[in-house]
């Protein structure tokens, strides 16, 4: 089992920054991908970055690339999405996930998440 604790979440101006963390514990952290996903209000959740065991590739959706980054830090059990020149529609419940699986860039492959730390950028 993995347990994963979000934080880093809260209200931020349109242009604004935020950094969410997750902290993983439990099994090997450095031994799972890592995933951060959203769900709006009335939608479903979505995809929006990923980042392999080791660190070396990253995977984004189109409308955060530029404006979105991944990463992870092994020795802390924590994975992180910095997230740059937010805007309203990047509002939603944040989550943070974990797979083993070989293809990390599918919602589906993620065997577990956190919470979720809601983030909503106003206009």
């Known amino acids: 089992q993995v347990q994963l604790v979000e934080s880093g979440g809260g209200l931020v101006q349109h242009g604004g920054s935020l950094r969410l963390s997750c902290v993983a514990s439990?099994?090997?952290?450095?031994?799972?991908?890592m995933g951060w996903f959203r769900q709006a209000p009335g939608k479903e959740r979505e995809f929006v970055a990923a980042i392999s065991w080791s660190g070396g590739s990253t995977y984004y959706k189109d409308s955060v690339k530029g404006r979105f980054t991944i990463s992870r830090d092994n020795a802390k059990n924590t994975a992180y999405l910095q997230m740059n020149s937010l805007k309203p529609e990047d509002t939603a419940v944040y989550y943070c996930?974990?797979?083993?699986?070989?293809?990390?860039?599918?919602?589906?492959?993620?065997?577990?998440w956190g919470q979720g730390t809601q983030v909503t950028v106003s206009s």
């Open positions: 996930a974990a797979t083993a699986h070989p293809d990390y860039s599918s919602q589906g492959n993620y065997n577990y």
């Open positions: 439990g099994r090997t952290f450095s031994r799972y991908s």
